[in-house]
């Protein structure tokens, strides 16, 4: 027998379709039965009905955006409209919603039997022997929430987590990202994760959320929750900001992962997401990236202790935060092209991630490694390339997010445009648009890895216009999309590919 979930906010008609419908007849069981589309979501990831049969005008959401999200998360499901509207906005809805039918009310027993048949025919189809048992689905772990820490803000999407979290529109409410270190989440730690009043989802083999509904971070509670799992293992647990909605959540949910990485303060054993400010901003100018190349690939000593002096005096002015230092750090890795995954890179990499250091002791380390990277970078380039060839690639290492062209540069380094194609060609072997497009690919898997920025901004914040053109190119290089890379697995490959 094939399920069937109706929905509809007059409960007469309810009881019209139940009682009206030979529904066995047919091949069918009423499975469920719900009169708002909220509801009928839940009922959809539980009971996974072959047939839904909806309303298209009610309180709440429409009929069609229902239909969108059980489209998306459930593609094999069939989806009937019942509706007294004529208007053709409804239908042109229902089309796009790829609905098998379009039923009037009030309804005809006889055309309903008639479609019935037809919708049996189609399920037969694709389902050789039917089913009569069904599993829940986990979509709140496998796919909601990921794919709104991917990046995923569509009203689908978001609706669809605003009802499984019980999230209102205007429900204060939190996220805390727990990381442990294992490749699997402790059994102990599940245990005392559902013992929290918040309601808890997993993200990864090794991530736990949290979902609070409150106006304000509770951190005792959260102190004590990583005292108590800190028996069997370490947790590394993040906070986001407080937002208001689903939509609020998406971004607190962001926030907490970004704090696992660079962009938080420590309160406790807590890491508090702490967001960009003007100041922080300010400190990745302080290191000029050109002249730090520069000084770093001719290993000239005189130039790197005039920066230091520099920098030392810029910190006595405007006395930075260690905050503000360690994402300059941060964004420094980001704007260095540093071959493979050398220790100075990950020393440099240790050093924005530490904040148990004074702020001297921190700029003293800092130099240190600087100071290592110069084998790296020295062999990257050959110190006999022309100036002009050597400048034009700092220039695209530094204003890779601007519109960038060859003639452009050329303009302003007053030389000619074709010749500076051909010293560039016979030096590094590429051409100049190859350069700028490896470059920015390389900056976007970078801000893919470290943060959760929505898929269309990293490609405006590297320096395409089009996110399409983005992922083609992106798909190019990789042989990935941006989304895959993303993802776990897509980031193991890559680094097993780097070594």
Request: charged share 20%; proline share 4%; glycine share 4%.
């Amino acid at each position: 027998m094939y399920r069937v979930l109706i929905v509809d906010d007059e409960p007469f008609m309810l009881e019209g379709m139940r009682l009206m419908i030979d529904w066995e007849a047919h091949g069918f069981e009423l499975c469920a039965e719900a009169q708002t589309a909220q509801e009928a979501i839940q009922l959809v990831d539980s009971r996974h009905p072959h047939l839904l049969i909806t309303d298209i005008k009610m309180p709440g959401m429409l009929g069609t955006d229902l239909a969108s999200i059980v489209r998306r998360y459930h593609p094999e499901t069939i989806i009937l409209f019942f509706s007294g509207h004529r208007d053709f906005d409804f239908i042109q809805s229902a089309i796009r919603t790829h609905a098998f039918g379009y039923l009037l009310k009030p309804i005809d027993s006889d055309e309903v039997h008639a479609t019935l048949d037809r919708v049996k025919a189609q399920l037969d189809a694709t389902h050789q022997q039917p089913k009569n048992e069904y599993k829940p689905a986990a979509l709140l772990f496998d796919q909601v929430l990921r794919r709104i820490a991917f990046g995923d803000d569509s009203n689908a999407s978001l609706v669809r987590a605003g009802v499984l979290l019980h999230i209102k529109r205007n429900d204060p409410c939190y996220c805390v990202i727990l990381m442990f270190q294992s490749a699997e989440i402790p059994a102990s730690a599940k245990l005392l994760v559902s013992a929290c009043s918040a309601t808890a989802f997993q993200l990864s083999g090794n991530q736990l959320g949290l979902c609070f509904h409150q106006p304000e971070h509770d951190l005792h509670l959260l102190e004590q929750l990583y005292l108590s799992i800190s028996a069997t293992a370490t947790p590394l647990i993040s906070v986001g900001m407080v937002h208001f909605g689903a939509q609020g959540f998406a971004k607190s949910m962001r926030e907490a992962l970004n704090a696992q990485g660079v962009l938080y303060h420590h309160k406790g054993v807590l890491r508090l997401y702490q967001p960009v400010d003007a100041n922080a901003a300010l400190w990745i100018a302080q290191i000029r990236v050109p002249r730090l190349r520069d000084a770093l690939q001719h290993e000239s000593t005189e130039s790197m202790n005039d920066l230091h002096r520099a920098f030392l005096q810029a910190v006595d002015k405007s006395n930075p935060s260690l905050f503000s230092l360690r994402y300059m750090a941060f964004s420094l890795e980001t704007m260095l092209s540093i071959a493979n995954q050398s220790s100075e890179l990950l020393n440099l990499r240790a050093l924005w991630l530490q904040d148990d250091l004074n702020r001297s002791e921190w700029i003293e380390r800092f130099f240190a490694v600087l100071c290592a990277l110069k084998p790296q970078l020295s062999s990257q380039q050959a110190s006999t390339w022309p100036d002009v060839v050597r400048a034009t690639l700092s220039i695209v290492d530094s204003r890779y997010p601007q519109p960038l062209s060859l003639s452009i540069i050329a303009h302003e380094i007053h030389i000619n445009t074709a010749y500076l194609g051909q010293l560039i060609k016979k030096h590094t072997g590429t051409t100049f648009n190859h350069h700028l497009l490896d470059i920015r690919i390389k900056h976007a898997c970078i801000l893919l890895r470290q943060t959760t920025t929505p898929i269309q901004q990293i490609a405006l914040d590297v320096g395409f216009r089009d996110a399409d053109y983005f992922s083609q190119k992106f798909r190019q290089k990789k042989n990935v999309s941006p989304m895959t890379y993303r993802n776990a697995d897509g980031l193991k490959e890559d680094e097993h590919a780097a070594h």
